[in-house]
């Protein structure tokens, strides 16, 4: 089993940016797809964006060219950097740890992102 800790969430202006890391308590190389997640107060967790191990990433449309997913495979750590951040990006973000070989997932505690003036 993989244990997800989120941390770098806050409060941040609009147009500002925040960085969020992941560390996983075990290797991820070429086992996992490791991804961002977030939810709002009475929404469903969304999608944010998701990266292989071999480094092909895909984003939702809402934070396409504003966000960044990437991975340390050797040090078992993910980010998300996020720029130009809106008002709707607030949230509390999630990371995510999913099996390529079964459907297996892992998740974090999840991180604060408050986007606000």
């Known amino acids: 089993q993989v244990q997800l800790v989120e941390s770098g969430g806050g409060l941040v202006q609009p147009g500002g940016s925040l960085r969020l890391s992941c560390a996983a308590s075990a290797s991820i190389f070429g086992i996992y797809v490791m991804g961002w997640y977030r939810q709002a107060p009475g929404k469903q967790r969304e999608l944010v964006a998701t990266i292989t191990s071999g480094g092909n990433t895909n984003y939702a449309d809402s934070v396409k060219g504003r966000f960044t997913i990437s991975r340390d495979n050797a040090k078992n750590t993910v980010a998300l950097q996020m720029n130009s951040l809106k008002p709707e990006d607030t949230a509390v973000y999630f990371c995510?740890?999913?099996?390529?070989?079964?459907?297996?997932?892992?998740w974090g505690q999840g991180t604060q992102v408050t986007v606000s003036s």
């Open positions: 995510n740890a999913q099996r390529i070989d079964f459907q297996l997932t892992y």
